[in-house]
């Protein structure tokens, strides 16, 4: 075969591929957000007219998205939605039960609660001074009895040592932190990152080892400035989407 044969072809793979993600981006928007409903999609003909392109790039789109765990293909029944993701807010402060409270109940198994000497790096983030201890919690969160995030929180002592008489099982901790300071909270700095599920992790989320999860750190302070609640909050990425809005500024309208 002549190279300029070779280049043609490759070319051509990499174009339909190239579709195939740019469909699958648009497909997975469509279904996180219910426009095929809960059932099955629809023929992958009708699909390759209604985004323009070949049967073959739905096809490999449809795959992707089936590596995701998002649908399901089946020989004589057609691709069906697998699981359903839950829509995680970013623009507003809230606690996860207050986020999802339409999608169902959030409950919280608490697998350990403590009193601990901080690592300094914790210590640094909640301005605390050499000594100082804080409440050390990790809680399983689960919605509808389906595990979603595996929370690592640390408080600070006046603030935390208080919820250990509290329901922490059925209330988010923003809602228990602002009834024990009488304050509401007030901002958060917020990091979010892909990791992997180290096997911890996996065992407790019920999730294949490795398998990718959206990480968030999040130091929340009270609305008077104070850092209280600093957390390293893991989620399984095929339960959970991330939106928000934004809007466009100067940079000294977002300053403090």
Known sequence: MRQSDRRGRAAASRSRADRARQVADLLRREIVHGGYGVGRLPLEAALAREFGTSRNAIREALDLLRGEGLVERCPGVGTTVAAEKYPHDLHRLLGLAETLHEHGRVTNEVRTMSLIAPPAAVARRLGLA??????FLERL??????????????????????LFDADLEGNDIFVLLEHITGQPL?????????VNADAHTAAVL?????????????????SDGRPVDLEYVRFRGDRLTMRGHLHRGREEDTCP
């Open 130 to 135: 050499a000594g100082e201890q804080v409440v």
């Open 206 to 222: 019920d999730a294949p080892r490795g398998a990718a999860l959206l990480m968030i750190e999040r130091l929340t302070h009270l």
């Open 141 to 162: 969160r689960s919605l509808n009895g389906l595990p979603l995030s595996l929370d690592l929180t640390y408080l600070v002592r006046d603030v935390g040592e208080p």
């Open 186 to 194: 007030g901002t958060a700095e917020l990091t979010m990152e892909a």
